[in-house]
C-alpha cells in the first residue's frame, strides 16, 4: 500500500551532479519526514539527508555543501540534488519515511 520508489541513479563522472527522485504513493505525504540513505558494498546504511513535514533539513557530513534534500508535496515527490560527485559517494541510495518504510534503492556510481 505504501510505496516509494527512487530513481534518477547512474554511472557520472567525478565532479558531476545527479538528481535522485523518490515517488511515493499510498502515503499522507504532506504530514510525514523522509530520508535519503546509501549503502555502499560492505558498509553499513547510513544517513544522508532528511527533510521534516515544514521542509527544515539536516546533512550528515558527507552530504552538507554538495547534496540539497527536497520535497514537492504536490507531486509527491522527494528529491536529493547531488553535486560535486565523488567516487566515495557510490553506493545505492534508498528513500525512507520517517516512520515508515523503504523504497527499493537506486544504484550511484562515480567514476574518477
Known amino acids: 500500500q505504501e510505496q516509494l520508489v527512487e530513481s534518477g541513479g547512474g554511472l557520472v563522472q567525478a565532479g558531476g551532479s545527479l538528481r535522485l527522485s523518490c515517488a511515493t504513493s499510498?502515503?499522507?505525504?504532506?504530514?510525514?519526514?523522509f530520508a535519503w540513505y546509501r549503502q555502499a558494498p560492505g558498509k553499513q546504511r547510513e544517513f544522508v539527508a532528511g527533510?521534516?513535514?515544514?521542509?527544515?533539513?539536516n546533512y550528515a557530513n558527507v552530504a552538507q555543501g554538495r547534496f540539497t534534500i527536497s520535497r514537492d508535496n504536490a507531486k509527491n515527490t522527494v528529491y536529493l540534488q547531488m553535486n560535486s560527485l565523488k567516487p566515495e559517494d557510490t553506493a545505492v541510495y534508498y528513500c525512507?519515511?520517517?516512520?515508515?518504510?523503504w523504497g527499493q534503492g537506486t544504484q550511484v556510481t562515480v567514476s574518477s
Open positions: 525512507k519515511q520517517v516512520g515508515g518504510g
Open positions: 499510498g502515503i499522507t505525504f504532506s504530514l510525514k519526514g
Open positions: 527533510i521534516t513535514t515544514g521542509g527544515n533539513t
